[in-house]
């Protein structure tokens, strides 16, 4: 598979502190990368510049749309944006701030779906149906504003509100970290079913080993803002090299 | 040879116990034919499991080759990328582990049934032949809807063998297939293996288990502790 999005030598600091410190990596077409390390270790902002939600001091992401890699930033701004909305999407922690909660369900799923160009009412509260049922969410509560959902629900409206436009690229941000342990599973597994049958690729950051092993081919560990150690995800859990990926690895309680 | 490893070291370093290197593997060698199947046989501590994940890629080795025969091409997967070395394990290395590994809310039936759908088998089909193995390995079909993580050990294991067994493998590593397992389950298991090997299959395996091993092992390959820690 090809690569989809690379980054080449990130360089990012916060004040005096080094978020980003020479970090390069790469996504192929269908997979699915951790990103794992301690709060502080410069995985969420490696997310939001892969993302082009923040901006590097040094270096460069590339995105292959179909032409070949090229540059986040000589797609432009409103370029940047019509990907972001259109073939991207990026799913956060907390689901409140993605989605607009004075807004029906079905109107936060239909939104992005407009906002693609689609126009039949119909036809988006359709989809708009079926994408709570894939998400396990009744269809009857397609016009129930988000703010009577719980926590768990809201997740999964989120989820739905950006897989709807089948994008070919997902960020995520701990995306079952607020949540109860019960409803973190039948998050991951629905997210594991569904990225899989789409074919998404997916960045997923996590502090949680237990969802990294679940769900990526390959999993990158990160260190002050460094890149530590990085290889198939199984082979990096089972025969961590990096002392600091040991000290996570044997940090885990047994189930 | 449809799968050749040729000297293997493999070094544990331990950073939280003050960097020990415990020296596992040195030059350990082994191969196996197409429909051959060879056991892995050592004292405890011998680094028999050390060395069965390293054939699977699980481990990194320090040094040595492993080659494996991956679409009629011998692909050394120590230096394999990473999307190479999860094709192979698509497409032609099996690898059943000790233990399931359950994954919460999926169906034994699910988690069987996925392994062929991988390999590219519509899921009508897959669920049948996901079904019909486990019936062979006594999962009853009252039980084959509910996710493992309820079942007993032995169930667990039978799922586990279940998902290897759904779809032929050019090449299958078993680590102690039989551990958990009753006589009549064990000689099931044997049957499947036997199986495999006629179909054309090489099979890597620890069994400590001696009839087993006398049973389905063509060859053993012995391997001794290297036992020195710097």
Redesign the interface.
């Known amino acids: 598979?090809s690569i989809l999005l690379q980054a080449r030598g990130l360089q990012k600091t916060f004040g005096r502190i080094a978020a980003l410190e020479n970090v390069s990596m790469a996504l192929?077409r269908h997979?699915i990368l951790a990103i794992v390390g301690e709060s502080g270790s410069g995985k969420t902002t490696l997310l939001n510049v892969l993302a082009g939600r923040l901006s590097a001091d040094a270096g460069e992401v590339f995105y292959d749309g179909g032409d070949g890699l090229a540059p986040l930033s000589a797609i432009g701004e409103a370029g940047l944006r019509r990907l972001q909305r259109a073939r991207w999407g990026f799913i956060q922690q907390d689901p409140r701030a993605a989605l607009r909660l004075d807004v029906s369900a079905g109107g936060n799923i239909g939104e992005r779906l407009m906002a693609g160009g689609g126009r039949h009412y119909g036809a988006i509260r359709e989809t708009a149906a079926q994408w709570l049922a894939a998400v396990e969410i009744s269809p009857g509560r397609l016009d129930d504003m988000p703010k009577t959902f719980s926590g768990g629900m809201l997740q999964r409206l989120q989820i739905a509100a950006t897989l709807v436009t089948e994008p070919e690229l997902v960020f995520m941000d701990e995306p079952t970290g607020g949540l109860d342990v019960s409803v973190q599973?039948?998050i991951?597994?629905l997210i594991?079913g569904l990225v899989r049958r789409l074919g998404v690729a997916v960045v997923i950051v996590t502090h949680d080993i237990g969802v990294a092993?679940?769900l990526a081919?390959?999993l990158i560990v990160m260190r002050h803002g460094r890149i530590v150690e990085s290889?198939?995800t199984?082979?990096v859990l089972?025969?961590p090299?990096?002392?600091y990926t040991?000290?996570l690895v044997?940090s885990v309680l047994p189930a | 040879m449809m799968i050749e490893a040729r000297g293997i070291a493999k070094t544990?370093?331990?950073?939280?116990q003050g960097g020990v290197k415990l020296n596992v593997l040195r030059d350990a060698s082994i191969a196996a034919r197409a429909g051959e199947c060879v056991a892995i046989s050592g004292p405890s501590g011998a680094g028999k499991s050390t060395l069965l994940?390293a054939l699977y890629?699980?481990?990194?080795v320090d040094a040595g080759e492993i080659l494996v025969r991956h679409k009629g091409v011998a692909t050394d997967i120590v230096a394999a990328p990473?999307?190479t070395?999860?094709d192979i394990r698509r497409e032609t290395l099996g690898y059943v582990s000790q233990f399931l590994?359950a994954?919460?809310?999926?169906s034994a039936l699910d988690i069987v049934a996925a392994r062929a759908v991988e390999r590219g088998m519509a899921a009508p089909e897959a669920r049948r032949a996901g079904a019909e193995i486990l019936g062979r390995l006594g999962i009853a079909a009252r039980l084959q809807g509910l996710p493992p993580a309820t079942f007993s050990g032995g169930e667990q294991q039978r799922v586990n063998i279940a998902r290897a067994f759904v779809c032929p493998w050019p090449v299958l590593l078993l680590d102690e297939p039989t551990a958990s397992l009753d006589a009549a389950n064990r000689d099931i298991v044997v049957a499947l293996m036997q199986e495999a090997k006629a179909q054309g299959a090489a099979i890597i395996g620890i069994f400590h288990d001696l009839a087993v091993r006398e049973a389905i092992a063509d060859k053993v390959v012995t391997l001794q502790p290297v036992r020195e820690i710097a």
């Open positions: 598979m192929r997979e599973a039948r991951l597994d594991r092993r679940l081919d390959r290889g198939l199984d082979q089972d025969d090299h990096h002392e040991q000290l044997s | 544990f370093t331990l950073h939280l994940r890629g699980n481990y990194l990473a999307e070395l999860l590994r994954i919460p809310r999926v």
